[in-house]
């Protein structure tokens, strides 16, 4: 079938229940036969091959025998109506999938892809069970977005909401607003400025008069829903509450990375879908980062076996798609399911491993706790980490002065065009007073660490709110800290009344799966701030939401007999 001619239609209309027209754009092979269709629904633009065929050659599939359609979702680019994340995704795509199963060189089954959004739409899409959807491939994307989304544990994921507002949303909008063009030239150019110099915007407060949204007069449900507190019934419209994913019963596999914005959740649907559902669902996990899938990620490289291009040395990420669609929309058998569920590229050793579980069975859950002669400051530190627990010790202690940040280093960010993400080396922000750092003893043998991670910090504040940051690094034998994975949580997330007393705070750092080499070390940060990837508490009840003023607030952090802080370690037993 590679020789085919594909014929491409733009700008079929669909219609919706309520009288709206989406349009999309089909790549169809072109022999009057009737195919499965492979459906994403994106706010990106379809025409845009950089969204719209990313990371799989769609071309292929469509040689492979499927239809492809590529939809612009509501009140984007050429589709009708009022654009509002997340909110009509799931009705819309209900209505989606049952025109795409009715369309006449369609055979009536229909599967989704796509990663980020359109990730996320399909997800939405199946939680209304539309009977012809046969199966999903949803990648690096949401589920609850209270936590991992426009949120992280209570803190504001200011970076990656900047930057999704003014350079993958804002600028359809401006073209919808404005429609003189001499006006809508002007206003794009003030958006490639402010775009050009956000680093600039970043501090600026209170964010709900955010200038640049402001003046463009653009965008007022990104205000909107900044504001929303973690118990207003709006977040249940525009999330996968348990609820709506106890109601997906479809095939899915799920792709995700190590330092991409999204592995939390990513993982959660993955864990839940599986408890819930009686379909397959398969797990795969690469060193990547949002929508970077290949081999050189941040300031490392994991070998080509990583690259979507060639996963393991066996095939590419395009090729997993034809598999995964033929098994559930062609009924082949192409030994999936035949295959462990779960795939994880573990860094360090850098090989890809199939598991039956996640988390894995074997992992024994290992406390490493803080110790320190009462100075852990910076990595001349005395900060030392072990599995020896704390008896009498010193506390650490340090001032967090709001006006002056730690900075995001790399990371599972998704931050302005050019910014560092995935792993970087660290040892400049270990040199800041306010970051804490606990670092073990050079490994005499490699230690694999796989699975979630925690830190439990027993500390004291008298900021009347304040945040607290942890970071797990692999330190290299020349000095070099690669970051491996971290979290933060706001205390008045956790607790309605800070008070000056000692709280254990849980940080919940996600997930990771690395080697500590023979001769590395393993190393703790811990600080108050990660900016600009979130938000910076201003220690005195407000946010960077609604406050123009803010504090320092001093910082203790405890760990002896009492409140041993530590940070637990999914430790496998190596076979």
């Known amino acids: 079938m590679a020789s085919m001619q594909i014929l491409v239609e733009k700008n079929v209309p669909c219609t919706l229940r309520d009288g709206t027209i989406l349009y999309a754009d089909v790549y169809r092979p072109n022999d009057g036969n009737q195919y499965p269709v492979l459906l994403t629904r994106l706010p990106y633009n379809k025409n845009e091959r950089y969204y719209s065929h990313r990371y799989l050659d769609t071309h292929r599939l469509v040689e492979n025998g499927y239809v492809v359609i590529i939809q612009d979702v509501r009140g984007r680019f050429s589709s009708e109506g009022d654009f509002y994340p997340f909110k009509h995704e799931g009705n819309d795509g209900y209505d989606a999938v049952e025109w795409a199963a009715g369309l006449p060189y369609s055979d009536g089954n229909v599967g989704m892809f796509g990663l980020s959004y359109y990730g996320y739409t399909q997800l939405l899409a199946a939680a209304e069970n539309p009977p012809h959807l046969k199966a999903i491939f949803p990648a690096q994307t949401l589920s609850d977005i209270r936590d991992g989304g426009f949120f992280r544990n209570g803190v504001y994921e200011l970076g990656q909401n900047i930057s999704w507002a003014l350079e993958s949303i804002a600028g359809d909008e401006l073209k919808r607003k404005y429609v003189n063009l001499a006006e809508y ?194 990595r001349f530190g005395n900060g030392q980490l072990s599995t020896e627990p704390p008896k009498s010790e010193p506390f650490d202690q340090f001032i967090f002065n709001p006006k002056y940040p730690v900075p995001t280093t790399g990371g599972g960010t998704l931050l302005h065009t050019g910014a560092l993400t995935g792993p970087a080396d660290q040892r400049a922000v270990e040199e800041r007073e306010d970051v804490l750092v606990f670092t073990s003893q050079v490994l005499e043998d490699e230690l694999e660490v796989t699975g979630p991670i925690k830190v439990v910090l027993y500390a004291k504040t008298d900021g009347v709110d304040t945040d607290f940051t942890a970071k797990l690094v692999d330190v290299l034998p020349n000095g070099t800290a690669y970051n491996l994975t971290d979290g933060i949580v706001r205390a008045s997330d956790v607790y309605k009344r800070i008070g000056n007393e000692v709280k254990a705070y849980e940080i919940d750092l996600w997930a990771t799966s690395n080697v500590f080499m023979p001769g590395h070390r393993i190393r703790v940060e811990v600080s108050s701030s990660n900016f600009p990837r979130f938000d910076v508490n201003m220690n005195n009840g407000g946010t960077m939401l609604t406050d123009l003023e803010s504090r320092p607030a001093m910082q203790i952090i405890y760990h002896e007999e009492d409140y041993p802080s530590h940070i637990i370690l999914p430790v496998i037993r190596r076979k």
Not at 256 to 267: E, H, M, Q, R, V
Not at 290 to 308: D, K, M, V, W, Y
């Open 185 to 378: 030239e002007e206003k794009m150019r003030e958006l490639a400025e402010y775009i050009d110099t956000v680093e600039d915007w970043y501090t600026a407060v209170p964010l709900r008069e955010w200038p640049p949204l402001k003046n463009l007069d653009i965008l007022s449900y990104f205000f909107e829903m900044a504001e929303w507190k973690p118990d207003d019934d709006a977040w249940k419209q525009v999330s996968l509450t348990e609820e709506k994913l106890k109601k997906i019963n479809v095939p899915a596999y799920h792709l995700a990375g190590w330092y991409d914005c999204f592995l939390g959740p990513s993982i959660a649907n993955f864990v839940k879908l599986k408890q819930s559902s009686n379909q397959t669902q398969m797990l795969m996990i690469g060193p990547w980062a949002h929508g970077n899938f290949g081999f050189s990620i941040g300031e490392r490289r994991f070998g080509l076996h990583a690259s979507e291009n060639w996963i393991n040395y066996k095939e590419d990420l395009t090729n997993l798609h034809l598999r995964w669609f033929d098994q559930w929309l062609k009924g082949v058998d192409t030994g999936l399911l035949s295959e462990k569920p779960v795939k994880i590229f573990v860094m360090g050793e850098n090989v890809w491993r199939e598991e039956e579980v996640w988390p894995l069975p074997d992992t024994t859950h290992i406390p490493y706790y803080f110790h320190s002669e009462g100075v852990a400051n910076t």
